[in-house]
């Protein structure tokens, strides 16, 4: 399923989009920058009734009203927070409100969705950073959802905030978003040797991101197909189909990992083994393009290593 992230130098209200979202206050009242833009352009008397019928609507969350005289069908007003100092839960009440905005979006059927940069303008969000929380915070539905197919589209004008925003797409790779589908490649099951073990790696929005867009190998020197299913990672041989992982991913960086034991299809034998061989694979696996020629070098590396281990045992 092909998704797409895109930045624009425009004005929100001029996109064309299924739905636009506008950055708004808990009140849902009219106010100044974008949210006064779209109230002007979708008329200020109908827009305020429609939000004035719903009333309130907390931080990190979402509401959806008609588009009214916009060329959007409808308006999504999305509350983001007030920066503070990043450490009073900022990051997760922004990437919130993209995530219930982008559910607004598709249980309303919306193919592509309009968005500024939520807030950065006077919330005093910095933009960079706002930036990360938003890309990953798409990017991370997107993958989860990839039958939504969304197009979203981010409407800015400030020439600097632009720059940020492009250069983030480039390192995310979000730009053109394929998502890997357990579909794409041929799977069998793991057998029933097999272990569960805890594994500790924290892992960062961008680095969630990445691996939720999943592999699919591009040809057989590629040695692993993974994707991500109802938040569970499957990693399997390319070559065979077998899953070999199967990592139940938490926010809190402690991840249940259930490992293949058949000696034909992975070749470590312990538990620390396994976390050491798995570690080094996310580690590849969150950049931003994976390598799999460096992968592939460093496999080899590895299984002469334990070889001439076993030899001098």
Not at 18 to 34: P, S
Not at 179 to 193: C, G, N, Q
Not at 243 to 259: A, P
Request: a negative charge.
């Amino acid at each position: 399923m092909y998704s797409a992230i895109e930045i624009r130098k425009t004005s929100i209200t001029d996109l064309e989009t299924d739905a636009i979202v506008n950055a708004a206050n808990e009140a849902l009242a009219a106010g100044g920058g974008v949210c006064g833009a779209i109230f002007r352009a979708a008329g200020h008397r109908e827009l305020q009734e429609a939000c004035d019928g719903i009333g309130h609507c907390d931080t990190g969350d979402a509401v959806i009203t008609p588009g009214f005289r916009l060329k959007a069908g409808y308006v999504i007003h999305a509350v983001g927070p007030r920066w503070q100092d990043g450490r009073h839960g900022e990051p997760e009440k922004l990437r919130s409100a993209y995530r219930r905005s982008l559910e607004l979006a598709t249980a309303h059927h919306c193919r592509s969705v309009g968005f500024p940069l939520i807030s950065a303008g006077i919330f005093g969000y910095p933009p960079e950073r706002a930036w990360v929380d938003a890309v990953s915070a798409c990017m991370e539905f997107l993958v989860l959802h990839p039958e939504a197919g969304l197009r979203i589209v981010f409407a800015v004008l400030d020439e600097r905030i632009l720059a940020l925003g492009e250069n983030m797409l480039r390192q995310s790779g979000a730009s053109g978003l394929r998502i890997a589908e357990k579909r794409d490649w041929k799977t069998l099951d793991m057998p029933e040797r097999r272990d569960t073990f805890m594994l500790e790696r924290p892992l960062t929005p961008k680095e969630k991101a990445a691996l939720c867009r999943g592999n699919v190998p591009q040809d057989m020197g590629d040695k692993w197909f993974w994707y991500v299913e109802d938040g569970v990672l499957c990693a399997h041989r390319s070559w065979s189909g077998f899953c070999i992982y199967r990592i139940v991913l938490k926010d809190d960086g402690r991840h249940t990992v259930t490992v293949n034991r058949d000696p034909e299809q992975y070749g470590c034998t312990s538990i620390d083994e396994d976390r050491e061989v798995l570690s080094r694979l996310l580690d590849r696996w969150t950049k931003p393009t994976y390598d799999y020629y460096e992968q592939w070098l460093s496999e080899t590396a590895d299984m002469l290593d334990r070889a001439g281990r076993k030899r001098n045992e």
